[in-house]
């Protein structure tokens, strides 16, 4: 099996894998910061944000702030763990030298 | 129309691994320090120092605690209000930013301790006041400066904990001048700078 296989599907997609990159060092994010930063639109994030909750990866907060609706997402520890698991396989694809010891054991 | 921002089947591992360090980095940026804390706190005390000296002179030696009674709780009520007008402006809040922030909440409430509670019963004597707050201050600038990755602090951490051994070879009356350079340079010079820092962001 190659390591791409390996790959978690949920966050083997840019918009997906980017959100997750934005949440890692941080405690919560609104929906507007990840809109921006990621350069999408409104509906894309929305469906890539609800596969990702609907997989547990992370928990998003709809409330209202000065009576403005604001949307927060925040990394659940499921999340954390998948998305270290997917930069360690990504690592081992791209230095596979390192990985020649454990394979073998 | 597809979005072509998610065509993923392209994307080869070393560009996953290079999205994923620019969307760190650009939350990274997002949130750097205003250096408010610093220019606030910074003024405030050299505020202080500088009353205490016009006290002094003026014959007026016994209501030399009253600028630091006055100032320092001012202070802390005008960060309390402009962080809690901040959070609700933030979009983003980070571990870092949580770490700062309950390691400067740590500092500054030992501070208050020392200055406002120890010193009136003389667990401390005056002479040491301003030795044991530029080391707490020297704790809390450096540990920042680790925190947000920026070298400057860690010299400003630097600047307190020389100023902190400065003061324990001279006579306590020159604690305060002395304090007041360390806070221009230690305190005031970094605020400055990560204000500009952050402007320019």
Redesign the interface.
Known sequence: MSTFDELDPLIHSRIRLSILSILMPVKEVEFVYLKETIGTTDGNLSTHLTKLEEAGYITIKKEFVNKRPRTTCQLSSKGRAAFIQYVETLNKFIHPENNDDSDKK | MK?E????QD?K??D??K??R???E???T??AESGFDFLLWGWMALAGCILVYILVFAGYERLAWLPWITLMPLAAVIETIYHSRQS?KN??????R?ASRSLWIACGASMFLVAFLALPLKVIPLSSMSIVLSILIAIACFTTGYIIDWNLLKYSGGIWWATAILMMLVHWHWHMAIFAVALILGYLVPGYLLRKKYLRK
């Open positions: 979005d921002f998610d065509q993923t994307l591992p070393a996953e691994i999205v994923i620019q969307m760190m650009k939350t990274r997002e949130t609700k979009r983003v809040l980070t571990y870092a949580i």
